[in-house]
């Protein structure tokens, strides 16, 4: 690994090489926060991508991709003067030592869990903080992970559910109202209903320290690993899909199963 002087040459070289390719490339040249805002999104999924599969490798260059865009939208505010990339350094050293007191104070918190609930009384308190308990949920994030934040920071003022346990009588309910609006056929209140059961589904999973988004993608990849054995072999047959009966699927769709138990797919 590098020494504190080598990742602080390495990360003034790459700023110098960011200001030279602003004021000569005629594409970083044009670049507003408007025009780069999609390609963060992209670069931010990619890294996303990388974490999952723990690419070690492709990690480390969607990282590098992803802070050229923090300090690009840097780069543009210090053109008209408004911040720079030091003044976003400034701040957020500054946010987490405030938000640290068990480390640069005298508050006391022992757990992780400590720390999350004295995180969010503090955020609360702070000058240009969060005016509510939601308020600092952004809206643009994901319905799947939206919910799972919301309840987050409920839990960290208390509104919670006393033992973990309780929360699948609660499923249980939403399932339940869920299944008598689909047997009415009345769309509007089958969506709302919906809604609701996969709240609560989310709520159980965040009881069980389980992160939904993180278990959804491993069931949605390991169900593109399967069906993609069965599409193939249907290939290698000479037949199409529409052509296989559910029967013959599922057949190969336990093939399928039984190889990834063994390591394989």
């Avoid at 640290?100 to 999350?116: F, I, K, L, N, W």
């Amino acid at each position: 690994m590098h020494s504190r002087e080598e990742k602080l040459e390495a990360f003034g070289r790459f700023l110098d090489v960011l200001d030279t390719l602003r004021e000569k490339c005629p594409w970083d040249k044009k670049q507003t926060n408007e025009s780069l805002r999609p390609n963060t999104i992209e670069e931010t999924f990619e890294l996303c991508d990388a974490l999952m599969k723990d690419d070690k490798k492709n990690i480390c260059k969607e990282l590098g991709d992803v802070l050229l865009h923090v300090c690009f939208y840097a780069k543009i505010a210090s053109e008209t003067g408004d911040f720079d990339i030091a003044d976003v350094c400034d701040k957020l050293t500054d946010k987490l030592i405030f938000r640290h007191p068990h480390v640069y104070g005298e508050a006391q918190a022992d757990t992780a869990g400590q720390v999350s609930q004295n995180w969010e009384q503090i955020k609360l308190k702070e000058k240009d903080g969060n005016k509510s308990v939601l308020g600092g949920v952004p809206e643009a994030l994901p319905s799947l992970i939206k919910a799972y934040r919301i309840q987050d920071k409920a839990r960290n003022v208390g509104f919670d559910w006393e033992k973990k346990e309780d929360v699948w009588d609660k499923v249980r309910e939403e399932l339940g109202e869920l299944q008598a609006e689909l047997a009415r056929e009345d769309k509007e209140k089958s969506t709302d209903e919906f809604g609701d059961f996969l709240f609560s589904v989310i709520n159980a999973g965040r009881l069980y320290h389980i992160n939904p988004d993180n278990a959804l993608e491993r069931t949605n990849r390991k169900f593109i690993r399967r069906f993609n054995y069965v599409e193939q072999h249907s290939i290698r047959q000479g037949r199409s899909l529409k052509d296989m009966t559910l029967g013959e699927m599922d057949a190969l769709w336990n093939e399928a199963k039984e190889i990834e138990k063994r390591g394989g797919l």
